[in-house]
Structures are given as structure tokens and as C-alpha cells.
């Protein structure tokens, strides 16, 4: 691992397939605080009772309310120059550019980013908790200032579509697919801590092909830097605007 306190050139050829990873550090440059505080606790409260199947079944108004919150919390938010500079990437490379966010507030769709999973839920979607097969209810903004739970039409109440202590990631096939393809992994502003967006390095180092090359970007070296080829220190709106210098995409058959 190399570490890096000045900004250097990313450089993408027109055949890479980048994968980057966000995590609560680029939500965090937007003035969204993280849900896990230094004290363990999940914004105030014990994450047992608000972020786990468990919390939901023993309480749910107390989980609704608190998630209610977070949206009020993330609808204040706006996007900044790191989640603009990652969307412009997207706009450059196309479907070379694949993003997997562990954060579950909406400032890279804000952006412009679309090519995307958030592998933990998002905030402005809810879901029956009976999974009857009704569709996710997008929700941005009918209910979040509503203190009563919403109904499904099947009869069972909804619960917000997050990933809570216990359940499976989403689209977890689909991440393994796109890390086995990519060439360039970036993580940014994420801890290392939490499994399995901790282990995306390692898998990116072992995928088909020659392994991939890792970048990691945020203020403090996460706890695997170690097994990135390169960590970039500093603020991910400081660092990511001009990181990235993509190739030209190959000429069309019968163009000059």
C-alpha cells in the first residue's frame, strides 16, 4: 500500500471498468451525520431497538419515527462536489462505471448518478413486511411527516426499506458480478469495519483476470488500507474532482 497526502491522477484507459464504493464519509461532507455514533449508539439509540428485525417486531412506531427522521435528515442534505465528480465519471465512461453505495440517502441520484445499488436499503423507500410481492413504495415524500406506520393493500404494515443488523445485503449478486469484471476498485470515505463492503478489495484482487487496481480516498486511512494499492488522504469533495482522468473510448469502424 501506498500512501498518499496530495491528489494524483486516476488514470482510466478506454478498456477499464471502474467499481467505486461510497460509504458514510462522502454523506457525512454534505452534513449528514452517521447513524453510528462514536459511542455505539445508532444516532441515540440502541441499535437492538431501532435497527434490527427484532427492534421493528418489539416496537415498531419507534422504528418508523426514527427512520421518519433520517429523511427529514437527508432531504436537508445536498450533494457535494465529491458525489458531482463521481456522476460526471458516469456521464464520460457510461456503462463502464458501476457504483455500489452502503449509505441509504439519495445525494448520488441528486448528483446524477444512475448506474447504482445501495447494497444497505434507502431511506425514501418503504416495503410490505410481509414481502406479499406488493412493489417498493417510493416515499420521498408522502411519508415523512405521517407518525402512523402505512398499510400495505395486503393488509400487513410497511417497514422502511433499509438493510437492518441480520439481514442480507441487496443485490449482492450483482456487486460480485461487477467487482469480478472491474478493473479499477475506488472506495470513498468508508470505515473497512463493515462486512461485507470490507471484504470488496480482497475480492477485487482475486477476481478473473489480472487483479484489479484499488484506490481508497477519504480523510483517514480505513482499517484494511492496507490492502488497497494506493489510499488518498483527504476529503473525498477535496480529492475526487479532477482524480480521474479517463481514455478516449475507441474509435467507431469508419470513423477518423
Known amino acids: 500500500m501506498a500512501t498518499e497526502a496530495f491528489q494524483d491522477l486516476i488514470e482510466i484507459s478506454a478498456s477499464d471498468r471502474v467499481f467505486v464504493l461510497t460509504g458514510a464519509g462522502i454523506s457525512a461532507e454534505s452534513g449528514l451525520r452517521t447513524f453510528r455514533d462514536s459511542n455505539g449508539l445508532w444516532a441515540g439509540h440502541r441499535v437492538e431497538t431501532v435497527a434490527t428485525p427484532e427492534g421493528w417486531e418489539a416496537n415498531p412506531e419507534l422504528v418508523w419515527q426514527f427512520y421518519s ?69 417510493e416515499d420521498s415524500h408522502s411519508y415523512n411527516f405521517i407518525r402512523e406506520i402505512p398499510i400495505c393493500a395486503c393488509g400487513s404494515r410497511l417497514r422502511p426499506h433499509i438493510v437492518w443488523f441480520g439481514e442480507i445485503p441487496l443485490e449482492m449478486t450483482r456487486i460480485q458480478q461487477e467487482i469480478d469484471r472491474c478493473s479499477i476498485l475506488v472506495a470513498v470515505g468508508t470505515s473497512g469495519a463493515v462486512y461485507p463492503a470490507a471484504s470488496f478489495v480482497h475480492w477485487a484482487k ?40 479517463p481514455g478516449e473510448p475507441p474509435a467507431l469502424p469508419g470513423r477518423q
Do not use: W
Not at 81 to 108: M, P, T, W
Not at 109 to 134: D, I
Not at 216 to 227: D, M, T
Open 69 to 137: 427522521q433520517r429523511r427529514r435528515e437527508a432531504q436537508a442534505g445536498q450533494p457535494n462536489a465529491a458525489h458531482y465528480a463521481l456522476a460526471e465519471l458516469e456521464k464520460r465512461i457510461g456503462d463502464r462505471f458501476f457504483l455500489c453505495s452502503q449509505n441509504v440517502d439519495d445525494l448520488h441520484e441528486r448528483s446524477g448518478s444512475r448506474n447504482m445499488v445501495h447494497m444497505h436499503g434507502e431511506l425514501f423507500k418503504s416495503r410490505c413486511e410481509a414481502n406479499c410481492g406488493a412493489p417498493i413504495i
Open 206 to 245: 482475486v477476481r478473473r483476470g489480472a487483479p484489479a487496481r484499488t484506490y481508497y480516498v477519504g480523510p483517514e486511512a480505513p482499517l484494511n488500507a492496507n490492502a488497497f494499492t494506493r489510499v488518498i488522504l483527504g476529503k473525498a469533495g477535496e480529492k475526487l474532482p479532477g482524480l480521474f482522468q
